[in-house]
């Protein structure tokens, strides 16, 4: 059984430009978090997903948009990248019923030059 | 609003040695749950101890415990017997409302 997977792993972009960052759930689990870590700090929330709907959100700008499909594995979407946005990029899959068993995925180091 | 606060933002341990790495939290909301995650440089989060905050009864996992306050909204980690693998960072948790909160983490140190 796979866990949470995460593509890619590291990525490279310039200010101004936009990326797409993908997470496959772990099998069984309807519900999708993204979290933004940056360098020394604790993982932040950003928005979940959940029947292909933002259900919540932190306190990210617009920039940060997202996507959950049928499948349930979800897209993170940053447009107009600062250099700010430079961080790892943590998804949590969890099972909407038990939601207090997330499980993440190794991240995707984001590098914004 | 949920705070978690880590005070310690490094700590080294020998190795056999116990440490206990501490957390102090902040909430209004009666449920919830805390949560101690291990990271190492690999970047994955892996879970280490989780507690109720409902239940009175300290968590255990092998020679993982933790010392629960609800009064005092305390909940450090010990770690007995320290093993080389346990060199990681550690952050605190609370998690309600669909989402975790975290704290800035303790890096820990083993030395052999």
């Known amino acids: 059984d796979a866990g949470v997977t995460q593509s890619p792993t590291h990525l490279i972009k310039t200010r101004g430009q936009q990326v797409t960052l993908r997470c496959s759930p772990k099998?069984?689990?309807?519900?999708v978090s993204w979290y933004q870590q940056a360098l020394g700090q604790g993982p932040q929330f950003i928005f979940q997903?959940?029947?292909?709907?933002?259900?919540q959100r932190g306190n990210f700008p617009d920039r940060f948009s997202g996507h959950q499909y049928p499948n349930y594995s979800s897209e993170l979407n940053v447009n107009a990248l600062l250099l700010g946005d430079s961080a790892l990029y943590l998804c949590?899959?969890?099972?909407?019923?038990?939601?207090?068993?997330?499980?993440f995925g190794q991240g995707t180091r984001l590098t914004v030059v | 609003a949920q705070t978690v606060t880590q005070s310690q933002p490094e700590m080294s341990v020998q190795e056999a040695e116990t440490v206990t790495l501490s957390c102090t939290y902040d909430?209004?909301?009666?449920?919830?749950?805390l949560f101690w995650y291990k990271q190492p440089p690999s970047r994955q989060m892996i879970l280490v101890i989780r507690?109720?905050?409902?239940?009175?009864q300290n968590a255990t996992e092998n020679r993982f415990s933790v010392n629960f306050q609800k009064a005092a909204k305390s909940f450090s980690l010990k770690i007995s017997d320290s093993q080389l693998g346990d060199a990681a960072m550690y952050f605190c948790?609370?998690?309600?409302?669909?989402?975790?909160?975290f704290g800035s983490g303790t890096k820990l140190n083993v030395k052999p």
């Open positions: 949590a899959s969890s099972f909407r019923r038990v939601n207090t068993e997330a499980f």
């Open positions: 099998s069984g689990h309807d519900t």
């Open positions: 997903y959940y029947e292909e709907e933002e259900r």
């Open positions: 909430t209004s909301e009666s449920d919830y749950y």
């Open positions: 507690q109720e905050a409902y239940k009175q």
């Open positions: 948790a609370i998690y309600n409302f669909n989402k975790f909160y």
